[in-house]
């Protein structure tokens, strides 16, 4: 689950009064009743995914609940999952906030990132699209257009949404909710990760962080870099592309999978400890087994940006019995997909170990905020 901060809109945080009737005294508890805000204070919150402690304490505040709800709001959880009659149906809802020419495009991948890896088939969605003032006729067509092919290849039907243009906002705001059914008969939490199980990567980290990179600094890199390298780097967002709908349906159907999450904001670091978190293991990761593309590493090294914290859609994470690891693998290769066993979950929660190429035991480091948003 994300939630986003946008500094880009003007929000007013300050107290409103609320008109409150008998009939509503009756039905809520005191708890609900009293003001949560008074519980936090007035620091800033930094731009980024909100910190997980927020995130916490934010979503411990007092709500109704419902039997229906199999999968709620949780760190690290990519999608809730309803129980409808005999059907289990994932739900998702992700904004596209930073500038780039494709927000429909990501927005739409994104989404079914995440009901991939809860363990179902991405099917519908809703689209709400704020432009700004400055806004054209065509960029709102092209953002739809780009929306409605991504869906299109992917099988997603759009069935709704809304659309406005708002001063409140200085780039496209494009946010998508998805809905898709299960695959199989359980969900794929985050948190379902087992002290012993192997972790397996599936394409290299930071695909999107790269082609967002390369594409930003195209004139500087193509300076000091091999330009068929850049030009390759800028075409990852379609190649190898930013979608894990496709190997996230292969494990869920050929394997044993406990867990199964994609990194995102934070990269490959971050989401390695939201399995660990949610699954309340440690974790020992081996650096000289992580995934990675050379054109990634070289970018990274000469903008002197950490590859580990690189917002890194288009990769796959899961977990699952360490004796089917290699077959795992084999199985990921075999369809044409990159993988390798990278680490172990552990039983000691709290634990965050790296194994360095130089064989040096460190820390698994923490990016509070994407790399991209850092800077």
């Known amino acids: 689950m994300r939630l986003i901060i946008d500094r880009s809109a003007s929000v007013d945080f300050r107290p409103v009064s609320i008109q409150r009737y ?63 009659g005999k059907s289990l149906m994932a739900v998702t809802s992700d904004p596209i906030t930073f500038s780039t020419p494709r927000p429909g495009y990501y927005a739409v991948h994104v989404n079914a990132n995440d009901i991939a890896v809860m363990g179902g088939r991405p099917q519908f969605l809703t689209l709400t699209m704020i432009l700004p003032p400055q806004a054209t006729e065509r960029q709102a067509a092209r953002i739809m257009h780009e929306a409605i092919r991504a869906a299109d290849a992917l099988e997603i039907v759009l069935i709704g949404g809304h659309s406005e243009v708002s001063d409140a906002v200085r780039t496209p705001i494009v946010s998508v909710t998805m809905f898709g059914r299960l695959i199989g008969e359980r969900p794929l939490r985050t948190g379902d990760g087992q002290p012993g199980d192997a972790i397996i990567q599936v394409n290299p980290m930071g695909i999107e962080g790269t082609s967002i ?26 190649d190898p ?7 996230a349906r ?18 490959l670091a971050t989401g390695l400890q ?36 690189l917002i890194s859609s288009g990769c796959l994470l899961f977990t699952l019995p360490a004796d089917q690891a290699a077959d795992a693998v084999q199985c990921m290769n075999a369809a044409g997909y990159r993988a390798a066993e990278i680490g172990r979950l552990t039983d000691t929660p709290g634990e965050r170990v790296l194994f360095s190429n130089s064989g040096q035991r460190r820390e698994m480091p923490v990016f509070l905020v994407d790399e991209l948003a850092a800077r």
């Open 22 to 84: 008998p009939e509503q005294d009756a039905d809520m508890t005191s708890e609900r009743m009293e003001d949560p805000a008074r519980h936090f204070d007035d620091k800033r919150i930094p731009s980024g995914k909100v910190p997980p402690d927020l995130l916490n304490r934010l979503l411990n505040l007092p709500r109704r609940t419902s039997p229906a709800v199999l999968v709620g709001p949780g760190p690290g959880e990519d999608a809730a999952v309803l129980r409808m």
């Open 213 to 238: 990179l390369a594409s930003e600094h195209y004139p500087r890199l193509r300076e000091k870099l091999d330009a068929a390298l850049v030009d390759r780097a800028a075409g990852f967002l379609f």
């Open 241 to 247: 592309g930013i979608s894990v709908v496709a190997p």
């Open 250 to 267: 292969l494990a869920v159907e050929k394997l044993e999978v406990h867990a199964m999450h994609d990194p995102t904001e934070g990269g």
């Open 274 to 309: 939201e399995i660990a978190a949610a699954s309340q293991t440690g974790l020992v990761v081996q650096e000289a087994s992580l995934l990675s593309a050379e054109e990634t590493i070289l970018i990274c090294r000469h903008l002197q940006f950490d590859p580990l914290g």
